[in-house]
């Protein structure tokens, strides 16, 4: 069988997934961050302001995910990614978590735009693709979280962790409006595999409009 990107070091995998994910489109520049939890109390995450299709497997921090603290860097001067927070949010909500990325598409912004600014649920059209979420249902109702996009990053994620308390979400992605997605899996290719069906999603709502 072919390799996955769960067959390599993942932070080789981290920098292979990043090339490819602004191949499509959506990491432009430096904007995007990608994660892999490290045992499962600490990840692996981009350093920030990096083009993210030129990373290599240096290109990334070790961060502890309860205190937010660096622990480890590749290269001097080296940071955490400034969307750090969310990745930690995540991680700490669900402990089978194991991969997190987030990207910026153009299809991502233009399927939340279509949706009225109180709405906090982007509802996704019954798309044989939803199946890639492991949600086996005949024609799902489900949708997507979607967060405001505050300056302060550390505010999205609390409201991350406020709105996911006591609930979980449908799926494993959630949204940012004006933004891009967050998408996590239980392996580097899981969630790899869920980047590319929330944007076949996304790209679907963008050309087709909200489902009535
Ligand atoms: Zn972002």
Not at 57 to 86: C, H, N, Y
Not at 176 to 188: A, C, D, E, K, M
Request: with cysteine; aromatic share 8%.
């Amino acid at each position: 069988m072919a390799l996955s990107y769960d067959d390599l070091e993942p932070r080789v995998a981290l920098a292979q997934i990043a090339s490819e994910f602004y191949r499509r489109g959506w990491m432009p520049g430096t904007a995007g961050n990608l994660s892999a939890r490290a045992g499962d109390s600490q990840l692996w995450i981009t350093a920030s302001g990096l083009p993210k299709g030129q990373l290599d497997a240096q290109d990334f921090v070790l961060v502890d995910i309860d205190s937010g603290e660096m622990l480890e860097r590749q290269r001097p001067g080296q940071k955490p990614s400034a969307e750090t927070s969310i990745h930690r949010a995540i991680y700490q909500r669900f402990p089978e978590a194991r991969a997190c990325f987030h990207v910026h598409s153009i299809d991502a912004c233009l399927a939340m735009s279509r949706l009225p600014a109180q709405l906090q649920r982007l509802a996704l059209p019954p798309l044989e693709v939803i199946k890639g979420f492991d949600l086996w249902e005949q024609d799902p109702q489900v949708a997507l979280d979607v967060f405001s996009n505050w300056l302060d990053v550390p505010r999205i994620a609390e409201e991350i962790t406020e709105r996911y308390r006591d609930v979980s979400p449908n799926l494993s992605a959630l949204l940012i409006r004006n933004h891009g997605s967050t998408v996590w899996g239980g392996s580097l290719q899981t969630a790899f595999n869920r980047v590319e069906i929330a944007e076949f999603i996304l790209s679907y709502i963008a050309r087709a409009g909200l489902p009535v």
